[in-house]
């Protein structure tokens, strides 16, 4: 395993501790609105401590971009560590034990590094750059669908972007009238790694932010799939649109979109 991917694992770990065993205590979790249908809790700034406390030990000279901390570090750096320290926080706080701490590393503006850990679970989802994605140390591979036919796509519901919500619907409608069923599951890390991991076919969510899918980006595309915007494009990482899965299938649910969009979905 590369260095500095073995630092990013012990932090997801120690990030992971910290999450399950507020999970058994969820009467003594503090949570907060930070904005529309957004949610932070203690447990979530607790993570992101550990987490940034062990990269900054290891490489103090490193930046670092948190979403509930914002940004550590000079700006000056070749390397930016991108951190979601619980990606899932609704499903956290309501009980729901699927959720993921999300750590990624970018080298000259390249995804180089990545994990996402399912503290639950104890699944440890890895990439390097050049060097394929594991699942607990194991190889694996995007499925090899050929088109929608038979497939499980996963999505994200535009819950904080409810002014795209008739495009979306749209789209919804004709995706799920291509493959064989839709899942929702509130995780987008999470959602990213079973692509790469072949149980889910694919994935598209409006307005996601970089820390939710920096990660799972790079371990998709170490197991053989593609991400891109809804236009086919690399504009993903300012407009937070993201679709993926194996080269076949996201062509697939590229052409199935495309004519459900509206203008500010094609930037």
Partial sequence: MHPMLNIAVR?????????????????????????????????????????????????????????????????????????????????????????????????????????????????????????????????IRVSNANDLSGTIIATGFPFKHKHHLDAYSECFKSMLTNAADMRRTGSAALDLAYVAAGRFDGFWEIGLKPWDFAAGELILREAGGLVSDFVGGNNHLKSGNIVAGNPKVLAAMLKTIRPHLTDSLMK
């Fill in 11 to 139: 932090a997801a770990r120690s990030a992971g501790n910290i999450i399950a065993r507020a999970s058994g205590q969820l009467d003594m979790v503090q949570t907060t609105q930070k904005g529309t249908n957004d949610f932070v809790t203690n447990v979530d700034k607790e993570a992101e401590q550990a987490i940034v406390q062990i990269l900054r030990k290891s490489y103090p000279d490193h930046d670092i971009v948190a979403e509930e901390g914002g940004e550590y570090g000079s700006n000056n750096s070749d390397y930016q560590w991108v951190i979601d320290p619980l990606d899932g926080t609704a499903n956290f706080i309501k009980g729901i034990p699927h959720y993921a701490v999300s750590i990624a590393l970018r080298y000259r503006g390249k995804l180089d590094q990545a994990v996402i850990f399912d503290p639950l679970r104890g699944e440890v989802f890895t990439a390097s750059r050049g060097g394929g994605a594991q699942l607990n140390g194991r190889r």
